[in-house]
């Protein structure tokens, strides 16, 4: 059937190919001679160099001798044993010199030693030392080194070497089953886009096969297809792409979705409707139902000659065949479409095709495997965001229903770009069209607002966060708070708190409230601190430990101990009655706080109310800073002065330096 139907005869006899590909350069005779070092690297234009001096004549040879060989091969293994590469190589040179090669383990072990190393100097020599090899005795390598070789010329991008040595063990009759080589010259090729190469050494790994009666030496699917794609996508000659046919019927292979995908590109490219028609149906004869890469391909030919409306021929088509898989199409696809449909001007062309293609799509298609997507998030990833709205713009003039998966892609390019003020406009026109993005979205968006410092664009997603009814706000909730604390913007905190305190879903507490005080604080902003402190208790927030630390703070750095005297007296109230138990901790940090800035504003009643509540409570106080702040702020203050004006003060003066020690 895969003969039949293109037309071919397929005799089993041996095929003569001639690739319409201008013959290669014939290898010379001795390669590893290195006298076309243009098989590892290509040759730039130089300016022509000036002649060199003649050679000198050559020393006569000495006479290989028996002893000299086993010298010269022991001298070979030992320096392959210390990695002396150089020392080896010679070793090897003078052997060679005489027409001789060492041992077969001691050959393996020369090709492998230098097939171990990535630079090109290394890999010649491997390349050179295994074609000696192979053209003196083909028994002395080993399939497996021979392996090595071309792995580590496949890691080394180094193509036509690889061509060369496989060229070479066929020439000397050196056959290796086709596994064992074949799969790593399919990935040199591929790696390399070096398929016209491929091509004659698949030509001739078949004519061997067939002519020597080696089935172990056949061709596989994998050289069959890229046989294929070198005709198809290279050479774009239908003849030779049907001679790799015939070839794949006379070895018995059974082409896959890809070999399909690669004749579907060709004739779509050629304009072989009848011949794209008869592949469709042997697909079926072969039992392949999942046509995407045929399509794939299909939608590649047609946009490389032009053929746009065979395009959207060919995904209408897709997205009515098996309930749209086969319209799942990859990242490269959809980028080829938009290059050719922007390149040809027919941006609004794009956007009829998604309200088209809209129309067919499952209701249940992901957002994400939408055609809508693929073409908008192509254009992102080619950096034409600004395009991708344009087409999302026509599609509203044309009056399409435009899904999330247009949207999203455009919004992470925003978000990835930090164009925040466009992607909260495109969030509101998505809300207003009665779409809902996914919480990972907004938080996404949110995030991207607050490290641009677009904090009004942060605060207008998380109101359209809120009233998408989603429950749970908690992260971006905290995304905005740490940022604005990052940023130094404590009124802006207080802002947003006071306008979600009372959402349900997000759970405010004491240290939010604590967050905005110390941030005021810290910059100075005591009366909007204060502020905060009031609306924080009258929204029924009990203020604990580190919201009076922080005002006791934040008047201390302003020298402003009256605010904190006003503090002590509110704490006591509490303890009076009996509040106290409710939120705050009296413990050291807090004693030690309020005895330092009512020593140094020189309040000592009140310090010797502190002194008792923690001697009440057994909270060890180190006295020593106390003295300290006293000296620095009162040392010229006379008890005798104090007792004419003011009896109480007086006494609590005295009865703090009898507990600080300073009355001696």
């Given at each position: 059937m895969w003969r039949r139907a293109l037309n071919l005869q397929l005799p089993r006899r041996r095929l003569i190919f001639s690739f319409s590909s201008s013959p290669e350069a014939e290898t010379p005779s001795s390669l590893y001679s290195f006298l076309q070092p243009s098989l590892f690297s290509r040759r730039k234009n130089a300016p022509p160099s000036p002649?060199?001096?003649?050679?000198?004549?050559?020393?006569?040879?000495?006479?290989?001798?028996?002893?000299?060989?086993?010298?010269?091969?022991?001298?070979?293994?030992?320096?392959?044993?210390?990695?002396?590469?150089?020392?080896?190589?010679?070793?090897?040179?003078?052997?060679?010199?005489?027409?001789?090669?060492?041992?077969?383990?001691?050959?393996?072990?020369?090709?492998?030693?230098?097939?171990?190393?990535?630079?090109?100097?290394?890999?010649?020599?491997?390349?050179?030392?295994?074609?000696?090899?192979?053209?003196?005795?083909?028994?002395?390598?080993?399939?497996?080194?021979?392996?090595?070789?071309?792995?580590?010329?496949?890691?080394?991008?180094?193509?036509?070497?690889?061509?060369?040595?496989?060229?070479?063990?066929?020439?000397?009759?050196?056959?290796?089953?086709?596994?064992?080589?074949?799969?790593?010259?399919?990935?040199?090729?591929?790696?390399?886009?070096?398929?016209?190469?491929?091509?004659?050494?698949?030509?001739?790994?078949?004519?061997?096969?067939?002519?020597?009666?080696?089935?172990?030496?056949?061709?596989?699917?994998?050289?069959?297809?890229?046989?294929?794609?070198?005709?198809?996508?290279?050479?774009?000659?239908?003849?030779?792409?049907?001679?790799?046919?015939?070839?794949?019927?006379?070895?018995?292979?059974?082409?896959?979705?890809?070999?399909?995908?690669?004749?579907?590109?060709?004739?779509?490219?050629?304009?072989?409707?009848?011949?794209?028609?008869?592949?469709?149906?042997?697909?079926?004869?072969?039992?392949?139902?999942?046509?995407?890469?045929?399509?794939?391909?299909?939608?590649?030919?047609?946009?490389?000659?032009?053929?746009?409306?065979?395009?959207?021929?060919?995904?209408?088509?897709?997205?009515?065949?098996?309930?749209?898989?086969?319209?799942?199409?990859?990242?490269?696809?959809?980028?080829?479409?938009?290059?050719?449909?922007?390149?040809?001007?027919?941006?609004?062309?794009?956007?009829?095709?998604?309200?088209?293609?809209?129309?067919?799509?499952?209701?249940?298609?992901?957002?994400?495997?939408?055609?809508?997507?693929?073409?908008v998030n192509a254009c992102i990833n080619l950096g034409l965001s600004d395009k991708a709205h344009s087409i999302l713009d026509e599609m509203n003039i044309q009056g399409g229903s435009v899904g999330l998966g247009v949207y999203v892609p455009i919004l992470r390019s925003y978000c990835k770009e930090h164009r925040t003020a466009e992607a909260t406009q495109l969030v509101m026109d998505i809300s207003s069209s009665g779409l809902q993005l996914d919480m990972g979205t907004y938080d996404a968006l949110i995030e991207a607002s607050m490290s641009s410092q677009d904090f009004q664009s942060a605060f207008s997603l998380f109101r359209d966060l809120r009233d998408a009814r989603i429950r749970e706000l908690k992260g971006s909730y905290l995304t905005i708070m740490t940022g604005l604390m990052e940023n130094h913007r404590p009124e802006l905190m207080a802002a947003f708190l006071d306008e979600v305190v009372e959402d349900p879903r997000i759970e405010v507490g004491t240290h939010d409230w604590n967050s905005i005080i110390h941030a005021f604080c810290k910059a100075g902003r005591l009366e909007d601190a204060r502020r905060t402190f009031r609306r924080m208790v009258f929204l029924q927030y009990e203020p604990n430990a580190q919201t009076y630390l922080s005002l006791i703070n934040g008047y201390v750095t302003a020298e402003k101990y009256f605010s904190v005297l006003l503090l002590w007296n509110e704490i006591r109230r509490k303890f009076v009655s009996a509040d106290i138990e409710k939120g705050i901790k009296f413990d050291h940090s807090l004693v030690d706080a309020f005895l330092y800035a009512l020593v140094k504003g020189g309040f000592f009643d009140a310090v010797m109310q502190v002194v008792e509540k923690s001697q009440e409570m057994k909270i060890f106080v180190d006295k020593w800073r106390y003295k300290q702040a006293f000296m620095e702020n009162h040392k010229k203050l006379k008890v005798n002065k104090l007792r004419k004006r003011n009896h109480r003060k007086m006494e609590a003066l005295i009865a703090f330096k009898n507990w600080a020690g300073l009355n001696a």
């Open positions: 002649p060199p001096p003649p050679p000198a004549p050559p020393p006569p040879l000495q006479t290989l001798t028996q002893e000299l060989k086993t010298a010269l091969e022991s001298a070979l293994h030992k320096s392959i044993l210390a990695h002396d590469t150089d020392d080896a190589w010679k070793s090897f040179r003078a052997l060679a010199s005489h027409s001789s090669f060492p041992s077969k383990p001691l050959a393996n072990s020369l090709v492998a030693h230098l097939s171990s190393f990535q630079d090109a100097h290394n890999l010649k020599r491997a390349f050179a030392s295994a074609v000696y090899f192979i053209e003196k005795d083909p028994g002395l390598v080993e399939f497996g080194t021979v392996s090595a070789l071309l792995e580590s010329m496949r890691r080394a991008g180094a193509a036509a070497p690889a061509f060369a040595l496989v060229k070479s063990m066929f020439k000397n009759r050196y056959f290796m089953p086709f596994e064992l080589w074949g799969n790593l010259l399919v990935e040199i090729c591929r790696e390399n886009g070096q398929f016209v190469g491929f091509l004659r050494v698949f030509e001739e790994s078949y004519r061997v096969a067939l002519d020597e009666k080696l089935d172990f030496m056949r061709p596989n699917l994998a050289a069959c297809n890229a046989a294929l794609e070198g005709c198809c996508r290279h050479l774009e000659s239908v003849a030779d792409a049907e001679k790799v046919v015939e070839t794949m019927s006379v070895l018995g292979v059974r082409p896959d979705e890809s070999s399909f995908g690669f004749l579907a590109y060709l004739y779509a490219l050629k304009g072989l409707e009848g011949k794209i028609s008869e592949l469709e149906n042997l697909m079926g004869g072969f039992g392949l139902l999942n046509k995407r890469v045929f399509y794939s391909n299909l939608i590649s030919g047609y946009v490389q000659v032009g053929n746009f409306e065979s395009v959207v021929g060919t995904i209408m088509r897709s997205l009515r065949e098996s309930s749209g898989e086969d319209a799942k199409f990859g990242e490269e696809t959809f980028s080829e479409i938009v290059k050719g449909f922007l390149k040809n001007g027919s941006g609004k062309e794009l956007a009829r095709l998604i309200v088209e293609a809209q129309k067919l799509e499952a209701a249940e298609t992901e957002a994400d495997r939408s055609v809508g997507y693929g073409i």
